[in-house]
C-alpha cells in the first residue's frame, strides 16, 4: 500500500509569506492521481489541485501544485488570511497523507 | 459536480454495524465517470480513506478495515452506503462521503455526518 509522507507536520507563517508543503510517496506513483485538499475547521475537504499540477474550478492562481514519482510540492504563493487551514495530499484511491497544518505565525 | 448528502444513525453501539447512505443529486451513480467514496475524520484527526465503489459494482477498500468494510451501490435510488462491521469507539468519526472521476480527484463531498460509538 502507498503511504503519503506530509512534511511539515505544521507550518507558521505570516500574511503575504510563501508556503511550500511537501508530500512523498513510499513509492513512485504516477502523477496523474496525485491531489491536494484544503481542509478548514468544521468543514468538508476542498479539492485543490488534480494531476499534481492542474488547479480545481475556482481555485486562485496563488495555489500551485508540482512534482513526480516520489516528491509532490504544494506552493502557495502569497498567504491570505483564508489559506491557513490544513493540507492534505492523496492519490487516488488509498490513504491520505496526515496533513501539514498551515497556522498564522 | 455532484451533490452528495450522508444519512444514518449518529449512535452506534459497540460491536454492532455502522450504516450510512450518501444520496447523490446533480448526478448518476451510474455514471462510468465516478467512483463513489467514503472517508472519515477521527475527532481532532486527519482524514482516513475507507474505500470507494465504481457504478460496475467493483470496490477497493483499505486494508486497514480487513474484512469490516462493505460499500454497495443502489441504483433505483441513486445513492450509495457504507456498512462497517463490529464497531468500537476507535471508529467514532465524522463520515464524509465524495465522489469524483480519478483523473480529477474527489471534487464533490457532502458535508459530513458524526457517528459515535457509545453503549
Known amino acids: 500500500e502507498i503511504v503519503l509522507t506530509q512534511s511539515p507536520g505544521t507550518l507558521s507563517l505570516s500574511p503575504g509569506e510563501r508556503a511550500t508543503l511537501s508530500c512523498r510517496p513510499s513509492?513512485?506513483?504516477?502523477?496523474?492521481?496525485l491531489a491536494w485538499y484544503q481542509q478548514k475547521p468544521g468543514q468538508a475537504p476542498r479539492l485543490l489541485i488534480y494531476?499534481?499540477?492542474s488547479r480545481a474550478s475556482a481555485i486562485p492562481d496563488r495555489f500551485s501544485g508540482s512534482g513526480s514519482g516520489t516528491d509532490f510540492t504544494l506552493t502557495i504563493s502569497r498567504l491570505e488570511p483564508e489559506d491557513f487551514a490544513v493540507y492534505y495530499c492523496?492519490?487516488?484511491?488509498?490513504?491520505f497523507g496526515q496533513g501539514t497544518r498551515l497556522e498564522i505565525k | 459536480q455532484v451533490q452528495l448528502q450522508e444519512s444514518g444513525p449518529g449512535l452506534v453501539k459497540p460491536s454492532e454495524t455502522l450504516s450510512l447512505t450518501c444520496n447523490v443529486s446533480?448526478?448518476?451513480?451510474?455514471?462510468?465517470?465516478?467512483?463513489w467514496s467514503w472517508i472519515r475524520q477521527p475527532p481532532g484527526k486527519g482524514l482516513e480513506w475507507i474505500g470507494y465503489?465504481?457504478?460496475?459494482?467493483?470496490?477497493k477498500h483499505s486494508p486497514s478495515f480487513k474484512s469490516r468494510v462493505t460499500i454497495s451501490v443502489d441504483t433505483s435510488k441513486n445513492q450509495f452506503s457504507l456498512k462497517l462491521s463490529s464497531v468500537t469507539a476507535a471508529d467514532t468519526a465524522v463520515y464524509f462521503c465524495?465522489?469524483?472521476?480519478?483523473?480529477?480527484?474527489?471534487?464533490?463531498w457532502g458535508r459530513g455526518t458524526l457517528v459515535t460509538v457509545s453503549s
Open positions: 446533480g448526478g448518476s451513480v451510474n455514471s462510468g465517470s465516478y467512483y
Open positions: 465503489i465504481y457504478y460496475s459494482g467493483s470496490t
Open positions: 492523496q492519490h487516488y484511491g488509498t490513504p
Open positions: 465524495a465522489s469524483g472521476p480519478p483523473l480529477v480527484g474527489l471534487d464533490s
Open positions: 513509492q513512485s506513483v504516477t502523477s496523474t492521481y
Open positions: 494531476g499534481a499540477s
